[in-house]
């Protein structure tokens, strides 16, 4: 079933974010946490394209397994840069038989000893082109897309950015999930400017609940993200007084209180970046009714 079929029954619900484990002898953790949090029945769970090192094969074998052996409607994180249309072709097919009816359409990074420019091939240059051709070729197929709330880092300025997220949903994306963000008004602001702009379409908040400072440092280097003055230093006092058992308490706090105002706003679910970590998603969304 196409995800956007599921958002327009307009019920509030939560849905999560997998990464393919690095190796195949974390496996049996990884469904593990799996299992203990498809209990929360979330709308879908999407999975990333070959994270940590992982590849499309493994990918398309953890969203088989979470449609089939877990129940759970699963979308599969597709990057086109780098690939040819054939190769996009045969891993939508491959998708098909596997009973897996969604993705999220990504243009994708570089590769890492190399440039955006050395890495495009044919007309598959940016994320719109991507959605255009599942549309084309795949109708059936349900198209999510990523927004960024704080531009994303290589586009020239917001309003730049929001036209392309207006051309990806114009081009047959279905929704759009946001990169993660920690101001809740930034998410606001981002949705308001986008329906200003004649985006109708969903767009899903995504939060990441920090459990180290370390890596939520990295990520929003990564991303283009903030993380706000205030947070951020009681992050900090919490690292150099509690460690990273403290700061697992401060990020959990703050993003539990980020899904309780986002749902009492009004949004139409919340996306959680789960980072593999069943028990600190369970502490997210407990006594949260949905």
Known sequence: MKIIDLINRDEQFISLEFFPPKSREDWPAFFKTVQQLAQLKPLFASVTYGAGGSTNVDSLEIVTRLQKEYGLETMAHLTCIGSTPDEIATFLNELAAAGVSNVLALRGDPPQNGTVESALTSYLHNASDLVALIQASFPAKGIGVAGY????????????????????????ADFAITQLFFDNSQYHNFVKRAREAGITKPIIPGILPVVSLKVVKRIVSMCGATIPAEFLAELEHADQTGGAAAVQIVGVAHARKQIRELLDSGVPGVHLYTLNRAEVVLELVEGLEL
Do not use: C, V
């Open 149 to 172: 709330p704080e531009a994303h880092p290589e586009a020239a300025n917001p309003e730049e950015d929001l036209s392309f997220l207006k051309l990806k949903l114009d081009s047959g």
